[in-house]
C-alpha cells in the first residue's frame, strides 16, 4: 500500500509459524476488531481501537468483569469517531496520526480503514496516468496523493478493501486486508484475510509513533 491508500498486489496469504504471547495477544485483539467493524458493514469511516490490558480494565471498572473475554490479556476499546474529514488513505488521516498520542496504559493501538485495491498491472498503469497528466501540479504531496487516490477510485479494475494494521507498544505488529466481496462471492463463506510482505509499512510506522509520543506535548 503506497501513502493515498491504494494497494496493488496479489500475494499469497502469508504468517510466521513462532508466535509468541504478545503475537498471540495482538492477533486476538485484532480478530475481535474484525469481527465488530464487520458487523457493521461497509462504507464507514476509518475507527481507531486501543488496546489496554484486561486487568487493569477489570481493576478500575469491576462492574465491567463480565463483559470482558474471560482469558484475554489485552482488550480493545473502541475510540471516539475521527473529525469527518478523515478518510481512508488520505492525507488528513495522515495528519490526524501525526498529532495522535497514547496514556502510556494504552499499550498498544488498532486502526481500520477503507482502502482502494489495484492489481499490480493497473497500479503501474495508474502511476504512468497520473504522472502525465498532472506533472506540473504533484510536486505537493498532498496534491499527488489526492490525484492518485481519485485516478484509482475511478479505476474499472478497483476493488474495496478494509486494511487493518495494529501494533503493540515496543512489540509486534500485523497488518491484514480484507477484500470487500463481490456480488458473485458465497455470502455465507467466512472472511477472507490476506496478508502479504511488507504491506502498509508507512501505516505501521505511523502506528508506532503514536506509542511513542508524548501526550502532554
Do not use: K
Amino acid at each position: 500500500m503506497d501513502s493515498n491508500g491504494v494497494f496493488s498486489g496479489d500475494g499469497p496469504v502469508g504468517g510466521g509459524s513462532h508466535v509468541s504471547r504478545s503475537d498471540e495477544s495482538l492477533r486476538r485483539c485484532v480478530h475481535e476488531v474484525i469481527d465488530f467493524v464487520d458487523g457493521n458493514g461497509w462504507g464507514r469511516p476509518p475507527v481507531m481501537f486501543a488496546l489496554v490490558p484486561t486487568a487493569l480494565i477489570a481493576a478500575a471498572e469491576p462492574s465491567l468483569l463480565d463483559q470482558l473475554d474471560d482469558g484475554a490479556e489485552l482488550t480493545p476499546i473502541e475510540q471516539e469517531s475521527l473529525p469527518d474529514d478523515v478518510e481512508g488513505g488520505s492525507p488528513a488521516l495522515d495528519e490526524f496520526l501525526a498529532t495522535t498520542s497514547w496514556p502510556s496504559e494504552i499499550v498498544g493501538c488498532v486502526l481500520v480503514q477503507e482502502i482502494v485495491v489495484l492489481p499490480p498491472a493497473a497500479e503501474l498503469e495508474l502511476d504512468s496516468a497520473v504522472d502525465e497528466a498532472a506533472a506540473p501540479a504533484l510536486s505537493d504531496r498532498h496534491t499527488a496523493d489526492e490525484a492518485a487516490r481519485t485516478a484509482a477510485e475511478g479505476h474499472p479494475d478497483r476493488r474495496e478493501a478494509r486494511l487493518i494494521a495494529a501494533v503493540l507498544r515496543d512489540g509486534p505488529s500485523i497488518a491484514l486486508l480484507q477484500l470487500r466481496p463481490t456480488d458473485d462471492d458465497d455470502p455465507f463463506a467466512g472472511l477472507e484475510l490476506r496478508t502479504y510482505d511488507n504491506l502498509a509499512p508507512g501505516v505501521v510506522s505511523a502506528l508506532y509513533a503514536t506509542l511513542e509520543a508524548d501526550p502532554d506535548l
